[in-house]
């Protein structure tokens, strides 16, 4: 089998998790996290970055440390992961979905404004599948209504927005480090800023909220959701391929972009001129009327020639049906990219074979279904 993501191992890897071995520094005290912090917040162009245990608790403990919580509203892009809606949901707010761009997949700026109420306090641009959100447009409306701006940047590092990096627009940014991301620590996060006292109020909360006098006093309710120095000498060891990384991912979609353009009913990823896409995941649709047979079947069929690939994001109404939330709410145009999306083996450590190979079945199976 294929899989839809291979990560890469990189030599630095081994020496850097050895070196954090040998020191005896296991936890989240040990000198690699501060490096990374450093390291990552200075390669993204933020002042700081305090790093964490996952993508998700970065996003949690950027809501917190912006005060937002009970009666405020957060805006959220009708597509993405369900890390977004339960950041919000942590701290009491309430999110509200704004359905996507048709070709970027994110928050339509256009359909912002009439999202705004007087509870509104955030809004969270998600840079998915590596394309870059419309800043320009996001910020001004922010600005216009005196909202703090979160970036999720969990699927982009490296992607840019008019030539400036993702992740450094909003009042606070959040990546995740897991395994199938451009820099991984397996499992982590950070959240970065230029605000010193967002940045030393997350630094407290994510380590139990100790008393800066007193260890074991507390100045409030604090979380664990800290990074180890296990987890930070992977992240430095995957941090200095960066760039490596991101032109393996251009050159991976290159390859894709080639083979797929000229079969009918695929509709391939785009890149906006004013945007480096960094292609997180190789993300393609299928028109069934023009292809021949729906998302669902392409993918069971893929699944059994030995290539695994997985669905888009759901729209709030489906991700939440045993909830019973958002079950009156109208995203049409998540609601029809969520039947269409998926994507395909696109990992760092998958092979041109496995592109090559996607690619013959995927044209093989439209050949069929047009025969005679
Ligand atoms: C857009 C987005 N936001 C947030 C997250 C949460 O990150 P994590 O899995 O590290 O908790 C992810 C996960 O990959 C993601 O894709």
């Not at 927005?161 to 991984?184: C, E, R, W």
Request: proline share 4%; charged share 20%; net charge positive.
């Amino acid at each position: 089998m294929i899989p839809v993501n291979k990560p890469r191992i990189y030599p630095e890897m081994y020496t850097l998790t050895k070196q954090a071995l040998d020191s005896g520094w296991l936890s989240a005290e040990g000198p690699l996290v501060k490096k990374f912090e450093t390291a990552f917040s200075h390669y993204i162009t933020t002042k700081f970055g305090a790093a964490t245990n996952s993508g998700t608790t970065a996003l949690h403990l950027a809501m917190t440390a912006l005060g937002i919580g009970k009666n405020d509203e957060v805006i959220i892009p009708a597509l993405t992961i369900a890390s977004c809606y339960f950041a919000v949901w942590y701290t009491g707010a309430t999110a509200i979905p704004v359905d996507i761009d048709p070709e970027t997949y994110t928050l339509n700026p256009n359909l912002l404004e009439r999202a705004i109420t007087k509870k509104t306090k955030a809004i969270m641009p998600v840079h998915l599948y590596g394309h870059p959100c419309c800043m320009d447009e996001i910020m001004h409306i922010a600005k216009k209504h005196h909202l703090f701006v979160i970036e999720d940047a969990a699927e982009a590092h490296g992607a840019e927005y008019k030539g400036k990096k993702v992740g450094s627009f909003g009042d606070v940014s959040i990546f995740s480090f897991y395994a199938n991301k451009l820099v991984t620590c397996g499992e982590g996060g950070m959240v970065l800023t230029n605000n010193k006292k967002i940045y030393e109020r997350i630094s407290h909360l994510k380590s139990l909220y100790h008393s800066k006098r007193q260890r074991f006093v507390h100045d409030g309710i604090g979380y664990n959701y800290q990074m180890t120095n296990m987890q930070a000498a992977l992240g430095l060891a995957s941090l200095a391929h960066i760039e490596e990384s991101i032109q393996k991912k251009r050159i991976m979609a290159s390859i894709y972009n080639n083979h797929l353009r000229d079969i009918p009913g695929i509709i391939l990823p785009i890149e906006k001129s004013w945007a480096k896409n960094v292609y997180w995941m190789y993300a393609i649709r299928v028109n069934k009327k023009e292809y021949g047979i729906s998302r669902n079947k392409l993918m069971e069929k893929l699944f059994k020639q030995g290539i695994q690939t997985r669905s888009f994001f759901f729209s709030p109404k489906t991700a939440f049906k045993k909830l019973r939330l958002f079950q009156h709410k109208k995203n049409p145009v998540a609601e029809t990219v969520e039947t269409e999306g998926f994507y395909v083996p696109s990992g760092l450590g998958n092979s041109a074979q496995d592109f090559l190979k996607t690619i013959k079945i995927i044209k093989n199976i439209y050949a069929t279904t047009h025969e005679a």
